[in-house]
């Protein structure tokens, strides 16, 4: 396990589809947080989970965004009825249960047409 | 305002001069992250900090909680430094981070 894992790298799809990412955190870290990065600014938080509970969501999660860790080791990020504004680099990190540093995936860089 | 601001938003120097990014924040924190990102997206931690200083290599990176400040230092500086320099904190109480725009830095050779 050298790191965390986001699949896919890219994704395009029409207006109005469901989209679904994947992220596997290293393997010994309990705390994983999705982020998402729109062109030129820094990442914004968007949902984190400790284990298998997702414990605190961002404002900007909206109904269509849903987030699950369902064993507490890959998570999966959804988004349905995908909007343009939904373009964005969804990012996955991963930090040890006493938090010591986070470890950031590659990213999926969504693309809505 | 944003909680987090970055400065210089875009830095271009060249090769070997020594550089200083500049972060404030206007919350309580618990730490500050200093983050490195390439183009393509993959974002690398550089530092975690809570107080003082912390010294990687040509790096270095300090912070000072009174006046809710942080600096990132890169000395001798080489073409294969540039990239998004990223100031993150972990607000008091949180667990997610809130991060500032970034510094897109380019060192020239």
């Known amino acids: 396990d050298t790191g965390v894992s986001q699949d896919p790298r890219h994704k395009i799809t029409k207006r109005g589809q469901n989209v679904t990412f994947r992220c596997d955190p290293i393997s010994e870290h309990n705390r994983l947080y999705w982020y998402r990065q729109t062109l030129g600014q820094g990442p914004e938080f968007l949902t984190y989970?400790?284990?298998?509970?997702?414990?605190?969501k961002s404002r900007l999660l909206s109904d269509r965004f849903s987030a699950e860790r369902p064993k507490g080791s890959f998570s999966t990020l959804e988004i349905q009825r995908t909007e343009q504004g939904d373009s964005a680099m969804y990012l996955c990190?991963?930090?040890?249960?006493?938090?010591?540093?986070?470890?950031f995936g590659s990213g999926t860089r969504l693309t809505v047409v | 305002k944003n909680e987090v601001e970055q400065s210089p938003q875009n830095l271009t120097a060249q090769e070997g001069e020594f550089i200083t990014i500049n972060c404030s924040y206007s919350v309580g924190i618990s730490a500050l992250h200093w983050l490195q990102q390439h183009p393509g997206g993959g974002i690398v931690s550089l530092f975690m900090?809570?107080?003082g200083k912390k010294k990687h290599g040509r790096l270095i990176a300090t912070i000072n909680i009174q006046e809710k400040h942080s600096s990132l230092h890169i000395t001798a500086s080489h073409p294969r430094d540039s990239a998004v320099y990223i100031c993150?904190?972990?607000?008091?109480?949180?667990?997610?981070?809130?991060f500032g725009k970034g510094t897109h830095l380019i060192i020239q050779p």
């Open positions: 900090l809570s107080s």
């Open positions: 993150a904190v972990r607000r008091g109480g949180a667990d997610g981070l809130t």
């Open positions: 989970f400790q284990n298998e509970a997702q414990l605190e």
């Open positions: 990190a991963s930090s040890l249960r006493d938090y010591y540093g986070y470890t």
